[in-house]
């Protein structure tokens, strides 16, 4: 699959799971091949990005198989010096998690990907790392891709982070396990906090306070045997904004990470008037339930720097919404979508011009005014982004002619059944 054409439907009923959540699995991954013991991780997304990661983890020493549909890890409690250098291809989080892994990991590491990964920020976590005392070198001292780790002792340290990443906070913390002595992060910003729940499933001492978190240094990890991965909230995304747009639409989802970190779409949704019912079922380590949403009238809503954090991933598919809805979206606070995969606020403006629709680029997000109804439907560039290329695929339940996306397969890189899955929705 390359190019995809989608024709208009106007239903779309959908009822079952999604693949395992992309942001869990590369931790799970990581932690199991750090920790002493076999894991078997049930759940877990196989895709082109964490596919990567299971390809480190077997770089790094640990034995890495597929087994009656899991994946098991067997980590040594240590990991090996790799004989060349790690590839993440296209996986931001595997290469800024693996930089926090590999910084005390007393081995000589080099980290490298695509062109698209070689060219996005790492400065931003190899300044927390060199703190601990971490020796990085890297293009234009340590701000991209290739990364040369030397070995390192490092040494706890109290270090604010100001900056709402995830990523930065996990490379923290898992070099921090490498550290002697205590580490504390501080001024952090809410996000999603995988790694702290994490953690301790895997024997770690950690502390989360109101705006810190404290690890010790000098930490072993252990297996606990058995991993389930929940699904992904930003996979099930398209499929409930698919439900919302159709003429006819209904989506329950069930087995779902509900992580308080992940569900500002499901807010969002809220505040553009549809209907969307959250049912908690399981608490550890992660909130997993069912979801479930009928489609219904589709209003503006206004997005700031406070609420942008935990939707980033899917502000994409919420301009596809947006660009439907009644009236006026405003997002501010986004600069981070400047550098993903592809700058995905000009990706978006390009994908909103291409079907008929309207979108103001700012420098930090975007302004929509609605079409309140119908769009006439175009052909869009995925520009190689996975989330542009699902974020059109949903146009087609409002489209007038069909939606043709060029680069379709880049939907592999994190849901690579998305648009059989998305066919059978609409026949059904």
Do not use: W
């Amino acid at each position: 699959m390359s190019d995809v054409s989608l024709h208009p439907r106007r239903r779309f009923h959908f009822a079952g799971t999604v693949p395992g959540d992309k942001s869990i699995t590369h931790r799970a991954y990581l932690l199991a091949a750090r920790a002493a013991g076999e894991t078997r991780i049930e759940g877990a997304l196989r895709s082109r990005d964490t596919d990567a990661t299971l390809g480190v983890c077997a770089a790094l020493g640990a034995g890495v198989e597929e087994d009656q549909g899991g994946i098991v890890i067997r980590g040594q409690g240590r990991l090996r010096e790799p004989m060349a250098p790690l590839d993440c291809m296209n996986a931001g989080t595997l290469m800024r998690l693996a930089a926090g892994l590999l910084s005390g990991a007393g081995a000589l590491c080099v980290l490298t990907g695509d062109e698209s990964l070689n060219a996005r920020p790492m400065g931003r976590v190899v300044a927390p790392l060199r703190a601990l005392g971490a020796r990085i070198e890297g293009r234009e001292d340590g701000r991209f891709a290739p990364l040369v780790l030397l070995p390192s002792k490092l040494r706890g340290a109290r270090l604010s982070l100001p900056l709402p990443s995830a990523q930065v906070k996990s490379a923290a913390l898992l070099a921090a396990l490498d550290a002697e002595g205590e580490t504390v992060l501080t001024d952090l910003v809410p996000t999603r906090d995988h790694t702290e729940r994490l953690l301790p499933h895997f024997g770690a001492r950690i502390a989360a306070g109101e705006g810190e978190v404290r690890i010790a240094g000098g930490q072993e990890l252990r297996s606990p045997g058995h991993l389930k991965v929940p699904g992904d909230a930003s996979h099930a995304a398209f499929l409930l904004a698919a439900a919302a747009l159709a003429q006819e639409g209904y989506a329950e989802i069930s087995g779902l990470g509900l992580n308080p970190g992940r569900i500002g779409f499901f807010a969002a949704l809220r505040e553009m008037g549809v209907e969307i019912e959250l049912e908690v079922q399981e608490e550890l380590p992660e909130p997993v339930g069912t979801v479930r949403l009928r489609a219904g009238r589709l209003g503006g809503l206004r997005l700031g720097p406070q609420e942008t954090p935990a939707l980033i991933d899917e502000l994409p598919v919420l301009a596809a919404l947006a660009l439907c809805a009644e009236g006026r979206t405003e997002v501010r606070g986004a600069a981070e979508l400047r550098i993903k995969e592809t700058d995905r606020i000009k990706a978006l403006a390009a994908m909103a011009a291409a079907v008929g629709g309207q979108l103001q680029e700012l420098p930090d997000g975007f302004v929509i005014e609605g079409s309140g109804g119908r769009l006439p439907g175009g052909r869009v560039e995925s520009f190689g982004d996975h989330r542009i290329a699902m974020a059109a695929a949903i146009l087609s339940l409002r489209a007038e002619q069909p939606v043709e996306i060029l680069g379709a397969e880049a939907a592999a890189v994190s849901f690579p059944e998305f648009f059989e899955v998305f066919a059978a929705a609409c026949a059904g």
